[in-house]
């Protein structure tokens, strides 16, 4: 079963413009984490932000937010003021816990395109 | 401060060969985890090592295989190339085994023909 669904393939948004990537998971684990990486095309997962299953409030790091909504299991990417760097692939994970490891599951990504 | 270093970043290897990718993590990362990411997808968990043992292993045959050295670095072994292991396969290193601290590095491309 997926647990990590992201449902839009790609996506455009005008330089200047706020944009939402949609993550939506599935775990029984109360405990857990999300995760979104930004992946340019030299390959180089970077870290954007971290929402922990207990966290109150909604992970924000400069213009990244995440709308965490956990009864829906969903852990929205919000890119406010997109610039022309911006443009690449962005990818949810979900970190899982094994008795001894913990790994990341990812999605299948959106392709971001900024525009002018 | 260097980040992770992957080695070669690029390499084609023809059926039926055998591939050693290599990992040197950040200084003071005692954990280091392999990651396959096929065109077009997410990237999928192979291992993850820490304090030179094998700390978890995700659905991938036997013909894959790591280690890692005294210093932390690591190498990820694969036996009998199959055009399917053609991908980028990308390295992170973090503190402990916790994900959250995790650095990824720009990965190994690897061509299989």
């Known amino acids: 079963a997926q647990k990590i669904t992201q449902t839009q393939p790609g996506m455009f948004v005008q330089e200047k413009e706020a944009v939402t990537l949609d993550c939506t998971y599935d775990?029984?684990?109360?405990?857990?984490?999300l995760f979104w990486y930004k992946q340019p095309s030299s390959g180089e997962m970077i870290f954007l932000i971290y929402?922990?299953?207990?966290?109150?409030q909604n992970a924000t790091e400069g213009r990244y937010s995440l709308n965490f909504q956990k009864a829906r299991k969903s852990a929205n990417l919000v890119i406010s003021a997109s610039q022309l760097g911006d443009s690449a692939m962005y990818f949810c994970?979900?970190?899982?816990?094994?008795?001894?490891?913990?790994?990341?599951?990812f999605g299948t990504g959106t392709r971001l395109q900024v525009t002018l | 401060d260097a980040g992770v270093t992957q080695s070669p970043t690029h390499l084609i290897k023809t059926r039926g060969q055998h591939v050693t990718l290599r990992c040197s993590p950040i200084?003071?990362?005692?954990?280091v985890s392999w990651y396959q990411q096929v065109l077009g997808q997410g990237p999928q968990f192979i291992f993850q090592?820490?304090?030179?043992?094998?700390?978890g292993r995700g659905n991938f045959p036997d013909r894959f295989s790591a280690r890692q050295f005294p210093n932390y670095s690591s190498e990820l072994n694969v036996n009998a190339l199959l055009l399917g292991d053609s991908a980028l396969y990308l390295c992170?290193?973090?503190?402990?085994?916790?994900?959250?601290?995790?650095?990824f590095g720009s990965g190994t491309r690897l061509t299989v023909v």
């Open positions: 992170a290193s973090s503190i402990g085994t916790d994900h959250y601290g995790y650095t």
């Open positions: 775990t029984s684990d109360p405990s857990y984490g």
């Open positions: 929402q922990g299953s207990y966290d109150q």
């Open positions: 994970a979900m970190r899982e816990d094994f008795r001894t490891a913990s790994k990341l599951t």
């Open positions: 200084s003071g990362h005692k954990s």
């Open positions: 090592y820490y304090e030179k043992e094998e700390r």
